[in-house]
């Protein structure tokens, strides 16, 4: 039998292997000897390339064996880490599994997002083009809305002016607060100028919001186009505007409101002044001739619905001019009711039978006229809930 010897020793892993030399036997013959120096070169060099793929190199001895380990580490650490930057550089080796695992996964949950990435632009494409034709499809139909309003208001556009909403916007300074005259439930008014001599108007802003407006818009344009007299304050001109909304020109009436003169002070309001009693006699038979003319100066019979102080405008000469038209319906003849669905109004000035049962006819405004000629003889709110019991009604009140 023939066994290998070696006088030096050999490292696999953390273990040390060593194997002592001894002959085992004599051989007579030098053929047979240099076979055997072949056998255990070819033994050995294959012993050493085995190692050296398992990362670890045959060494002299125990000092050796830590130092070599450490560099073969530390290659295979650059190795792994060759394209994860300077930070990952000083890691401990022992990490360097660990930071690769981390590095692997995160490249995978990037790709995953990467295609959630690229699911949600595809998704928020389609939402943008649905929401786009959507877009496409309200400006269609507000254009047509226009077009059936301008339309309807054919017969009576022609005799008013026609503004641009530049001309409405350069008019009340885009819409300042400091030009505001008053807010109703469903409209804003602001003072304005246009043209060239700077005419002083009173443009009424319909709320776009509101489902009615185009409805709304076209009534009151269509009955205050029709008014002409001198306790009315006559209608100057409109715009319509598809995204902006609907806007009324009014002319401007300087002497402020009869509801400032009669309950300003109570209120703080400052310029307030109490109006002397030969004023209140014209304001009442100037808003009196103006009920009659709606009712019966017209070709057809307009109740305005909303009569109040508030809608009472005095000129600079004190004389009473009815304004807002925006509740104002025609009947087909004076006296004759119809039945309304929703009450409109101000609480105070609203007819019984109309308060109710819905119930609308020219009597309606004169309910509402007497209540303010009781207003400019006492000075009273409709409804002040202060005062005593069975006080709080004016009307209840005076009967």
Known sequence: MMSLCSSKGTCSGDTNAHVSSSTVGNYSSDKKRHNNKFITFLRKTMWEYALACVGVVPCGGNNDLNGQRKTTLEHNKAWLLADSGAELASADPRSVHSSFRFSFCSQVEVESFNMSY?????????????NLDYESQVRELKWRRIQSLEKSLSPVANTLIRFSYDEILSATRNFSKER?????????????????????????RLDKEDKECAKAFCRELMIASSLNDTNVVPLVGFCIDSEEGLFLVYKYVSGGSLEHHLHGRKKGVKGSSPLPWSVRYEVAIGIAEAVAYLHNGTERCVVHRDIKPSNILLSSKKIPKLCDFGLASWTSAPSVP??????????????????????????????????????????????????????????????
Do not use: Q
């Open 338 to 399: 119809f039945l309304c669905k929703t009450v409109k109004g101000t609480f105070g000035y609203l007819a019984p039978e109309y308060f109710e049962h819905g119930k609308v006819s020219d009597k309606t405004d004169v309910y509402a006229l007497g209540v303010v000629l009781l207003e400019l003889l006492t000075g009273r709110n409709p409804i002040e809930a202060k005062r005593p019991p069975g006080e709080e009604n004016l009307v209840v009140w005076v009967s």
């Open 180 to 204: 505001v005259l008053g807010r109703g439930a469903l409209s804003c008014v602001f003072r304005g100028r246009v043209g060239i001599w700077r005419t002083a108007v009173a443009i009424k």
């Open 118 to 130: 690229s699911a949600s632009a595809a998704a928020a494409a389609t939402f943008l083009m649905v």
